[in-house]
């Protein structure tokens, strides 16, 4: 694979300084406040907010393993990315107004104020081990990747550039810096990842040329109920679960929301991003078809799928095109672990710090976000070292882990909103009994070999398949319990459920026309739907 030319670098080089001009300049005033620090002050608008929500998302492993799963004929993995316009949009309809008019920082707070204070340790304790032991290291590591694949730079080193170079301007500006800078690397990247789409089919003959080289099981989005991988129930069903739990309530992408100057903003914000969401399919994963067709017309070399989109962009790209695509791979790195070291470093101020020394001044909440996030970025470079030692297994069963306990957190936000007798001996119920299953789930999983019978079925059912059935027995479980014990306060619980809040006169005013743009996303998600079957 040809590396970088000297325009390619000039262009890296470019990208980089652009980067760090635009958040210092924007997070130069941001650290007066948690509020500003952590949530750049509450006044964000729509643009901004739906082009970070989107840039945080999408990580350099999820540009390559998309194309990977391309290449490899699992098309349907590109339902996750149609499916994610749902669930913003249920994000920005239903979830985000009781957000914002609680005024919390976090999602774990909401959790104490809808249920109780050990939900919320739940849910923080929870997110930060998750956060710590998947999302950094595993962006730390893809990071390496590609400087070691694309620039030529050793796997360490490049690892080590990426957390630095991140840390810095994240520590420095906080979350106004995080969106400025997810703005600037969301356009970066999606015109980086056109230019690979675009070149690529014109080398390989067109769009009919694509198709009828991979036939049209290769570009079908549906796949049997018996698929072990994506099952048309397990994804009609099961994905939608695990997507409400992953945009509607987690920290690292609903934080962003709540820095929106308004409900309406952040319902925008969110219908900007359903719109930004139908893009992968065609820019990410198509361009592994691609590899795939020019790989069977003998101009490139494709012996291992997950290298699809590396083969591609240094076989086709020209100098100049090919820096603009590396600055892309990184704009996708570094969104993602700006997002997480802030989100992390939330996590920690607020639902730790905050709860451990109430007696702080703001000043001091914002040093400690600030010493939060440099504690992130020590621990990337510290976990550096023993990525070999580690098996690339193990991260795939701490994600999996996550899949698993995921369902509950999802029953218990959803329920927790629409059904104002759920308590918090319910929400406690479910979440903990939810995590027992999840455990069980993992541990029959590393020992299915010598299981036989029900105990078989439970450990090598497909995970979306699990994932209905433990959502189900969470809600259950939350809706039996909260029946048999006491109810919550009326007056506590009815401004964050459904129908008891107040309304917000300006987003009413702009509803009409987000009702016509969110049917105009579910339009398009059909459609994809339609032609990829």
């Known amino acids: 694979?040809?590396?970088?030319?000297?325009?390619?670098?000039?262009?890296?080089?470019?990208?980089?300084?652009?980067?760090?001009?635009?958040?210092?300049?924007?997070?130069?005033?941001?650290?007066?406040?948690?509020?500003?620090?952590?949530?750049?002050?509450?006044?964000?608008?729509?643009?901004?907010?739906?082009?970070?929500?989107?840039?945080?998302n999408i990580g350099s492993e999820h540009l390559i393993g998309l194309a990977g799963s391309g290449a490899a004929g699992a098309f349907p993995a590109a339902q996750f990315e149609l499916l994610a316009a749902f669930a913003l949009l249920l994000l920005g309809w239903l979830f985000v107004p009781f957000y914002i008019r609680s005024g919390v920082f976090t999602m774990p707070e909401f959790l104490e104020r809808r249920y109780s204070a050990g939900a919320r340790y739940y849910l923080a304790g929870i997110s930060i081990l998750a956060y710590v032991l998947t999302k950094i290291s595993v962006t730390i590591a893809a990071g390496g990747l590609v400087f070691e694949a694309l620039i030529g730079i050793d796997f360490w080193t490049g690892a080590v550039i990426i957390?630095?170079?991140?840390?810095?301007?994240?520590?420095?500006?906080?979350?106004?810096?995080?969106?400025?800078?997810?703005?600037?690397?969301?356009?970066?990247?999606?015109?980086?990842a056109a230019a690979v789409t675009l070149i690529g089919l014109d080398r390989a003959g067109?769009?009919?040329?694509?198709?009828?080289?991979?036939?049209?099981?290769?570009?079908?989005?549906?796949?049997?109920?018996?698929?072990?991988?994506?099952?048309?129930?397990?994804?009609?069903?099961?994905?939608?679960?695990?997507?409400?739990?992953?945009?509607?309530?987690?920290?690292?992408i609903v934080q962003r929301t709540l820095s929106a100057a308004s409900i309406a903003a952040a319902r925008r914000?969110?219908?900007?991003?359903?719109?930004?969401?139908?893009?992968?399919?065609?820019?990410?994963?198509?361009?592994?078809?691609?590899?795939?067709?020019?790989?069977?017309?003998?101009?490139?070399?494709?012996?291992?799928?997950?290298?699809?989109?590396?083969?591609?962009?240094?076989?086709?790209?020209?100098?100049?095109?090919?820096?603009?695509?590396?600055?892309?791979?990184?704009?996708?790195?570094?969104?993602?672990l700006s997002s997480v070291f802030?989100?992390?470093?939330?996590?920690?101020?607020?639902?730790?710090?905050k709860k451990l020394a109430p007696h702080h001044s703001d000043r001091r909440l914002v040093v400690v976000g600030q010493v939060a996030t440099l504690g992130m970025v020590a621990f990337g470079l510290a976990w550096i070292p023993f990525m070999d030692a580690i098996s690339s297994q193990l991260?795939?069963?701490?994600?999996?882990?996550?899949?698993?306990?995921s369902p509950p957190i999802a029953a218990v936000f959803l329920v927790g909103i629409v059904w104002p007798r759920a308590n918090s001996r319910g929400a406690l119920a479910a979440l903990g009994a939810g995590?027992?299953?999840?455990?069980?789930?993992?541990?029959?999983?590393?020992?299915?070999?010598?299981?036989?019978?029900?105990?078989?079925?439970?450990?090598?059912?497909?995970?979306?398949?699990?994932?209905?059935?433990?959502?189900?027995?969470?809600?259950?479980?939350?809706?039996?319990?909260?029946?048999?014990?006491?109810?919550?306060?009326?007056?506590?619980?009815?401004?964050?459920?459904?129908?008891q809040g107040s309304r917000d006169r300006q987003a009413d005013a702009n509803?009409?026309?987000?009702?016509?743009?969110?049917?105009?996303?579910?339009?398009l998600v059909a459609a994809a739907w339609i032609y990829f079957s």
């Not at 760090?20 to 997070?27: C, R, T």
């Not at 500006?173 to 970066?188: E, F, H």
């Open 163 to 192: 957390v630095i170079a991140t840390g810095v301007y994240t520590v420095i500006g906080g979350m106004r810096a995080v969106l400025y800078a997810d703005m600037m690397q969301s356009i970066v990247m999606i015109g980086g």
């Open 269 to 336: 914000a969110t219908i900007f991003a359903a719109f930004l969401k139908q893009l992968p399919l065609f820019i990410f994963v198509l361009p592994g078809v691609i590899a795939f067709t020019l790989a069977e017309q003998g101009v490139l070399e494709l012996s291992d799928t997950d290298q699809a989109l590396p083969v591609l962009i240094g076989t086709l790209l020209p100098a100049g095109i090919k820096g603009l695509v590396v600055a892309g791979l990184l704009a996708a790195l570094m969104s993602s």
């Open 1 to 56: 694979m040809s590396r970088l030319d000297l325009v390619d670098w000039i262009v890296v080089a470019l990208y980089f300084c652009a980067t760090y001009a635009v958040v210092l300049w924007h997070g130069k005033t941001n650290r007066a406040s948690p509020t500003d620090f952590f949530l750049a002050g509450r006044n964000a608008g729509w643009f901004i907010v739906g082009a970070s929500i989107f840039a945080s």
């Open 435 to 499: 995590l027992i299953v999840g455990i069980a789930r993992l541990i029959a999983e590393l020992n299915r070999a010598s299981l036989s019978g029900w105990l078989e079925t439970f450990a090598t059912m497909n995970f979306l398949h699990f994932a209905i059935v433990l959502f189900v027995g969470s809600v259950a479980i939350l809706v039996l319990v909260s029946l048999w014990t006491k109810a919550p306060d009326h007056d506590r619980v009815a401004p964050l459920t459904l129908g």
């Open 511 to 523: 509803r009409g026309a987000d009702v016509i743009l969110s049917a105009l996303v579910l339009a």
């Open 206 to 252: 067109g769009w009919e040329s694509v198709r009828s080289t991979a036939g049209p099981e290769f570009l079908d989005l549906w796949r049997a109920s018996s698929d072990p991988d994506f099952p048309w129930t397990g994804i009609l069903f099961g994905a939608p679960i695990l997507a409400i739990w992953y945009w509607c309530t987690d920290q690292f």
């Open 395 to 405: 991260y795939v069963y701490l994600q999996s882990v996550q899949s698993y306990i």
């Open 342 to 353: 802030n989100s992390c470093a939330t996590l920690i101020t607020m639902d730790v710090y």
